[in-house]
């Protein structure tokens, strides 16, 4: 008795990617519909019988009907049985794409927040599920989630909070409803951080995350879990799947003079870190270091001459001014009255936040001299 499973959620199909402008969130959103096209293949060839998605499926109910007929139509190709558990953002509604659609008869949605089972007879295993009805769900709905037969395989697929510390209004489950459910495996959805497979009594359960980072709160390699389940063996692997990671870099740019050194150096840094394909990544790249008083840099000038080697990179200056005191005790010229009277407002400084203020503004003085201030500086 085993059944072979591929497990993935909240691909949240339609989302728009903030903050890295209008073309390039539209190419996100549709590689994460391409991901999943990629997830189907997958399971075809390693011969699952059911993919279970976990929730959030869509974004929104006003997602594209383009995209949802050639979701459907990809899903009635497929040899196997797949199973959706309506979340948050896709809840179970009249105005759903599950309702408006039609969908194929391999394809199972949850349907009520009242847990329903679909029985694989060819498999001896039944798949619980429900779904969201509504933005929020108050109550766990894995409390009517109880294996009634032993001697079949029992999967629980579902969108929810899992222990959390807060009131939450995503349906909270709590470790010992998991722990009391009988489940062989529970898959869940809603966090969008991929979770290494725990066990409580006999049940395994997990998080698989997102397919593909929404932002910079996002990091790293993204995917889903593949496996065989029995009543013994919860063989399931993560497996990478997304196209692009979202990635913070701390850079010392300390030796760095021209705007081409800046360049260079992240480059270099970004090849040796991420390797050939670091070109597709999206970049938050964070300069540190001490910086001479020569240096010139403009982190939106940087920017874009990053942006034409990799997919996205916005660069933030958290530099320091490199200040030789020695030299500076002997000058008189205005702008050394200037560091000198800066460095003593910063040494005065009565709290960090003032200490910060003035560091800043010794910072924002400097490039003044050089004539290098913008109106806007990140
Ligand atoms: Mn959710």
Not at 3 to 31: P, W
Not at 137 to 163: F, Q, R
Not at 186 to 213: D, F, M, P, R
Not at 246 to 268: A, G, R, W
Request: proline fraction near 2%; hydrophobic fraction near 35%.
């Amino acid at each position: 008795m085993k059944l072979k499973i591929a497990h993935c959620g909240d691909l949240h199909i339609g989302a728009k990617i903030l903050g890295v402008g209008d073309e390039k969130s539209r190419i996100l959103e549709n590689e994460v519909k391409e991901t999943f096209f990629g997830i189907l293949e997958v399971c075809r060839e390693e011969k699952v019988d059911a993919l279970l998605i976990a929730g959030d499926f869509f974004d929104d109910t006003s997602v594209s009907s383009a995209d949802v007929r050639e979701i459907i139509s990809r899903m009635s190709e497929c040899p196997y049985k797949i199973f959706i558990s309506p979340g948050n953002h896709d809840p179970f509604t009249a105005d759903s794409p599950y309702v408006k659609f039609e969908w194929p008869k391999n394809v199972y949605i949850f349907k009520s927040r009242k847990p329903e089972k679909i029985l694989i007879e060819e498999k001896s295993a039944v798949i619980w599920g429900s779904a969201f009805e509504g933005r929020y769900e108050w109550d766990s709905m894995m409390k009517g989630v109880k294996a009634d037969d032993e001697t079949m395989l029992n999967i629980c697929l579902m969108h929810g909070e899992l222990n959390s510390a807060d009131e939450s209004r995503y349906n909270p489950i709590s470790l010992s409803d998991i722990k009391s459910s009988g489940m062989d495996y529970v898959a869940l959805g809603h966090i969008h951080k991929q979770a290494e497979i725990e066990k409580l009594a006999s049940t395994s359960y997990a998080y698989s995350g997102n397919l593909q980072g929404t932002g910079f709160d996002e990091l790293g390699e993204k995917g889903f879990y593949i496996g065989t389940i029995s009543k013994e063996i919860r063989d399931l692997k993560f497996r990478r799947a997304c196209k692009r990671r979202f990635e913070i870099v701390h850079i010392d740019v300390s030796d760095c003079t021209f705007l081409d050194d800046f360049v260079n150096k992240t480059l270099q840094y970004l090849m040796e870190k991420y390797g050939e394909s670091c070109d597709r990544n999206l970049y938050k790249i964070v300069f540190e270091g001490d910086i001479s008083e020569n240096a010139s840099f403009d982190t939106v000038l940087i920017a874009s001459k990053l942006c034409e080697k990799v997919f996205y990179a916005q660069v933030i200056d958290n530099t320091q001014p490199r200040i030789d005191t020695e030299k500076l005790k002997f000058k008189t010229d205005f702008k050394s009255l200037f560091i000198k009277k800066m460095i003593k407002k910063i040494e005065e400084s009565t709290s960090e936040r003032e200490k910060e203020m003035n560091e800043k503004a010794l910072k924002i003085g400097l490039k003044a001299f050089e004539g290098d201030v913008k109106y806007i500086e990140n």
